[in-house]
């Protein structure tokens, strides 16, 4: 009943709570290695990923016939006239 009898002393408990925490240590560390190697956990920096452009829902759209070429070049003729950073006025704007 008590530990303490049983020849641990005052250092036993030390030895116990730090090899807990090596344990847990060493079981994080051996996740963090398995997500790594399985690809699923980054490495380095995260790259933002870059915005798809205004052209490819338009092509996806004509790939899949819900617009046909006449509608394609005459949105895909707006979108280059007002090219990346061009905003259309608005309603009441000249």
């Known amino acids: 009943m008590f530990w303490y009898e049983h020849g641990m002393g005052g250092w036993g ?3 116990m709570s ?4 090596l344990l847990v240590a060493l079981a ?8 790594r190697s399985a690809g699923r956990f ?3 920096p ?12 338009l092509a996806e759209r004509f790939a899949r016939g819900e617009i046909d070429e006449e ?3 005459r949105r895909l003729s707006v979108l280059r006239a007002h ?9 009441g704007e000249g």
């Open 42 to 44: 980054p490495t380095g």
């Open 28 to 35: 994080v560390a051996a996740v963090v290695l398995f997500l």
């Open 13 to 15: 408990w030390v030895a």
């Open 71 to 73: 509608e394609f070049e």
């Open 46 to 57: 995260m790259e933002p990923r870059a915005a798809p452009s205004a052209r490819q829902p």
């Open 18 to 21: 730090f090899s807990m925490v």
């Open 83 to 91: 090219g990346p950073g061009r905003r259309r006025p608005g309603p």
